[in-house]
């Protein structure tokens, strides 16, 4: 079963800055498009990818604030998170995708990003 951690939230001022990173055990990770993911009433929502070759694609309410990269050698993914606002407060998931569906059925523990108004 692959492994799923995710870390580096925390609580910041409207307006900050996090990190969160997530390393994927997963021997393909190599050839995989990962995403970040956070948590809706319904279900979560993919709000950043990247795929093998590098390119990301991110949802609208995040672009041009959020930055999704990669590094394979770790396996870990990353999602540089500026101008945060308090309806970015939520739970950041990480997983493979395709398309925009997420492979794992067993999902990490998340982390909790906080931003206060």
């Known amino acids: 079963q692959v492994q799923l951690v995710e870390s580096g939230g925390g609580l910041v001022e409207s307006g900050g800055s996090l990190t969160l990173s997530c390393v994927v055990g997963?021997?393909?990770?190599?050839?995989?498009?990962v995403a970040w993911f956070r948590q809706t009433p319904v279900k979560r929502v993919m709000i950043a990818s990247v795929n093998r070759e590098g390119d990301t694609n991110y949802l609208d309410s995040v672009r041009g604030r959020f930055t999704i990269s990669r590094n394979n050698d770790r396996k870990t993914v990353y999602l540089q998170m500026n101008s945060l606002k308090p309806e970015d407060t939520n739970d950041y998931y990480c997983?493979?995708?395709?398309?925009?569906?997420?492979?794992?059925?067993?999902w990490g523990p998340g982390t909790r990003v906080t931003v206060s108004s």
């Open positions: 997983n493979r995708v395709v398309g925009d569906n997420p492979i794992y059925d067993s």
């Open positions: 997963d021997s393909m990770f190599d050839f995989a498009s």
